[in-house]
């Protein structure tokens, strides 16, 4: 079974690039959709990214222009780099994978919180 | 850009029966996912491409989409069902989350 922890820095400032890692174990990165989503405090679930492992991406519209993502398949690793952060970024940042696109993402990190603070 | 809708909040009693919709234009003509979210917890697929239950998700949940509305159903409905539940669909291959629901078992 494929687990994934997400790692990075808990506190990042204003206007800085946030960097997340997400490390998969128990199986290969060399497959499925790799997405990062993120819920601000009290908020709901807002998607902002899928990575397929050959490096192709689809990020969602309203994140397009702040976002970057990339696949190390030699670490079995994938990242998100989100620039001019603001206080609205703070959120629990989670990775997810799934097989195909109709079938949901059915593994989930534990997720990592961020805050943007200076 | 296409926008999923379900009511903030749900009551039901211990045994009844749950029933919670997520709304988006000819949604029926997509696949719908739902999650359950318990606080300080990951979220956990509980139903994929409308109706299906991925394995260790117990047979009282229900998934059913067609028309605008795709609806999560839970029979027998348990305190531990109590937690936030997310509709997802694919749009144009971008994700799409409603806004979640509250369920409360009272």
């Known amino acids: 079974q494929v687990q994934l922890q997400e790692s990075g820095p808990g506190l990042v400032k204003p206007s800085e690039t946030l960097s997340l890692t997400c490390t998969v174990s128990?199986?290969?990165?060399?497959?499925?959709?790799w997405s990062w989503i993120r819920q601000p405090p009290g908020k709901g679930l807002e998607w902002i990214g899928y990575?397929?492992?050959?490096?192709?991406?689809n990020y969602n519209p309203s994140l397009k222009s702040r976002v970057t993502m990339s696949v190390d398949t030699s670490k079995n690793q994938f990242s998100l780099k989100l620039s001019s952060l603001t206080a609205a970024d703070t959120a629990v940042y989670y990775c997810?994978?799934?097989?195909?696109?109709?079938?949901?993402?059915?593994?989930w990190g534990q997720g990592t919180t961020v805050t943007v603070s200076s | 850009s296409y926008e999923l809708t379900q009511p903030p909040s749900v009551s039901v009693s211990p045994g009844q029966t749950a029933s919670i919709t997520c709304s988006g234009d000819?949604?029926?003509?997509?696949?719908a996912c739902w999650y359950q979210q318990k606080p300080g917890q990951s979220p956990v697929l509980v139903i994929y491409?409308?109706?299906k239950r991925p394995s260790g998700i117990p047979d009282r949940f229900f998934g059913s989409n067609s028309g605008n509305t795709a609806t999560l159903t839970i029979s027998g409905t348990q305190a531990m069902d109590e937690a936030d539940y997310y509709c997802?669909?694919?749009?144009?291959?971008?994700?799409?989350f409603g806004g979640g629901t509250k369920l409360t078992v009272l």
């Open positions: 997810a994978t799934t097989e195909a696109l109709s079938l949901g993402m059915d593994v």
């Open positions: 128990g199986g290969s990165i060399s497959s499925y959709y």
């Open positions: 990575i397929y492992y050959s490096g192709s991406t």
């Open positions: 000819k949604l029926g003509d997509k696949y």
């Open positions: 491409q409308d109706t």
């Open positions: 997802q669909a694919w749009d144009s291959g971008t994700v799409v």
